[in-house]
């Protein structure tokens, strides 16, 4: 993926939102709204990860528990969209 690719994410309450992906101090993310650009609130890809079918809810002492085998939680765009 590289900026100006697009992808759709679905919300907590089931809508679909499109973004354009941009760098921001070298991460490619997107911004949710003007507002959120304004403030500096950058969501970068690597925090749009959930757990998958095939995720597992591990523990590792002195750092808590975690998920394996997380996928990403948006889809790709086609180009001419």
């Known amino acids: ?10 919300g907590s309450w089931g809508e679909l939102t499109d973004y354009t992906l941009e760098m921001f ?3 490619l ?3 949710e709204s003007e ?3 304004e403030m500096g ?8 990860y959930d757990k998958g079918p095939e995720s597992l809810e591990c523990y590792m002492s002195n750092h808590g528990s975690y998920h394996t085998n997380l996928v ?3 889809m ?5 969209f």
């Open 35 to 37: 507002q959120e650009r």
């Open 72 to 74: 990403p939680a948006w």
């Open 25 to 27: 101090r070298y991460c």
């Open 29 to 31: 993310g997107y911004f």
């Open 76 to 80: 790709d765009l086609p180009k001419e």
């Open 41 to 48: 609130r950058f969501t970068p890809l690597c925090y749009i």
């Open 1 to 10: 993926m590289k900026a100006g690719d697009r992808i759709r994410i679905q």
